[in-house]
């Protein structure tokens, strides 16, 4: 049984309607608190009006804020020790080069399998909250 207080949040920015969906299905079918943001403004003004999320799960390519401008304002912004993991999220055929530009901290080749995005997870959230 799953409780409010053991859920673990994740945030997920992402432009494309098909794949925030199917992410936020998804991750709440495994019990997680899922949050939404249509670019990385939305992802920035969700992370001033609320407790950090343990996990960001993050699109490159988006209009009005891109990944890269996001990950900019969120160093800025927050605090390292505040600051929750960031998985970049990409279609680029180097999708590890766009991480580390990012300077996120994990990445996730799109288009990427459960199997992968539950790895991810556990690496960085320990095992998950079902
Ligand atoms: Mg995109």
Same mark, same amino acid.
């Given at each position: 049984?799953?409780?409010?207080?053991?859920?673990?949040?994740?945030?997920?920015?992402?432009?494309?309607?098909?794949?925030?969906?199917?992410?936020?299905?998804? !991750?709440?079918?495994?019990?997680?608190?899922?949050?939404? +943001?249509?670019?990385? *403004?939305?992802?920035?003004?969700?992370? /001033?009006? $609320?407790?950090?999320?343990?996990?960001?799960?993050?699109?490159?390519?988006?209009?009005?804020?891109?990944?890269?401008?996001?990950?900019?304002?969120?160093?800025?912004?927050?605090?390292?020790? !505040?600051?929750?993991?960031?998985?970049?999220?990409?279609? +680029?055929?180097?999708? *590890?080069?766009?991480?580390?530009?990012? /300077?996120? $901290?994990?990445?996730?080749?799109?288009?990427?399998?459960?199997?992968?995005?539950?790895?991810?997870?556990?690496?960085?959230?320990?095992?998950?909250?079902?």
């Amino acid at each position: 049984m799953i409780t409010k207080n053991t859920q673990k949040t994740i945030l997920v920015i992402e432009d494309e309607a098909d794949i925030l969906f199917s992410l936020k299905t998804y !991750l709440e079918s495994e019990g997680y608190q899922v949050v939404t +943001a249509e670019n990385g *403004e939305g992802g920035i003004n969700f992370l /001033q009006k $609320n407790p950090m999320p343990h996990l960001i799960l993050l699109d490159m390519k988006m209009p009005v804020m891109n990944g890269w401008e996001f990950s900019e304002h969120y160093r800025k912004n927050f605090s390292q020790s !505040l600051r929750a993991p960031v998985i970049v999220m990409t279609a +680029a055929a180097d999708a *590890e080069a766009r991480a580390r530009e990012a /300077q996120a $901290n994990g990445w996730l080749g799109k288009p990427f399998s459960l199997e992968e995005i539950t790895a991810q997870l556990q690496k960085f959230l320990g095992t998950h909250p079902g």
